[in-house]
């Protein structure tokens, strides 16, 4: 009997450190909560584990982009157009709902965070007076005169929540590095016509511009709006400078909450994207 039974300790062992072990390779996180594992940007941030900070794709993005595939330069520009164009037209009014869904702050779901000095503010302070937030034309609307009216002037793709007075002092400058530090927004600087947005959301501003220069072609009733290598492009539709802004799409890659915010416009609002967060090589390709 002590013969046939000897092995028995080493059975029970085997049961207790071997097939009771997660089946999960050495290293995995033990948490596989989907929030928990979604929650750290490709940056390496963490967000809270909120649902607002999930990142999920809903368009198989292949499919969406098959038309500009193996396409490049003008070809490629002018099927992402297609692609893009022919998206739901937000009022002005409405803007002001969906900022405080897409630019919502990951740490505290009542507050919005600011374009330019990265702050959190309540989202109950929407309006025009100190202390509030507004709405940025990141393409400064005076530069092709297309106003409020639905299209260009109220395109979330490029509409951002800004205080007030920073909104103000950059005005409707062209981007480009340089000039002094704006005391209200440490880290971002300005001079006569141009404005230099903190390092943080340099290619924020960048791929806002190509999608806007990419969507708006003069063919639907709006102005064609194109980029420049110059500042000071006054109310022509150009907005510049095309060399920087190209760095910039470098120097400060796409992050989740860029990511998370294409998906919310995309499910949510307008239904099309920005193809320069999907890939923002492409903006290289086009205005090589």
């Not at 092995?7 to 929030?35: E, H, K, M, Q």
Request: aromatic content about 12%; some cysteine.
């Amino acid at each position: 009997m002590t013969k046939k039974l000897w092995f028995l300790p080493i059975v029970c062992l085997y049961f207790i450190f071997g097939w009771a072990a997660p089946s999960a390779s050495a290293g995995a996180p033990a948490d596989t909560n989907l929030y928990s594992r979604l929650a750290v940007s490709t940056a390496g941030t963490f967000f809270p584990q909120t649902a607002s900070s999930v990142i999920t794709t809903s368009a198989d993005t292949d499919t969406y982009y098959k038309e500009a595939s193996g396409k490049s330069g003008t070809s490629l520009k002018s099927a992402l157009h297609r692609i893009i164009s022919g998206n739901t037209k937000l009022s002005y009014s409405q803007v002001w709902d969906a900022l405080k869904e897409t630019d919502e702050d990951p740490a505290n779901p009542n507050n919005v965070i600011l374009l330019y000095t990265q702050e959190s503010r309540a989202k109950s302070k929407n309006g025009g007076s100190v202390g509030d937030w507004n709405r940025e034309h990141v393409w400064a609307k005076s530069h092709g005169n297309f106003g409020t009216s639905a299209g260009p002037g109220t395109d979330i793709h490029h509409l951002r929540p800004a205080d007030v007075q920073v909104n103000s002092a950059r005005g409707n400058m062209d981007f480009d590095n340089g000039g002094s530090e704006y005391p209200k927004a440490p880290g971002n600087y300005y001079d006569g016509d141009s404005w230099e947005p903190r390092d943080e959301v340099k290619g924020d501003v960048a791929r806002m511009l190509f999608y806007m220069a990419v969507r708006y072609e003069g063919d639907d009733g709006y102005p064609d709006l194109e980029l420049n290598d110059k500042t000071g492009n006054g109310s022509a539709p150009y907005m510049g400078k095309l060399s920087v802004l190209l760095k910039w799409n470098k120097q400060d890659p796409v992050d989740s909450k860029e990511k998370r915010r294409n998906e919310l416009i995309y499910e949510d609002y307008q239904h099309n994207r920005n193809p320069f967060i999907d890939h923002p090589e492409w903006a290289d390709e086009i205005w090589k």
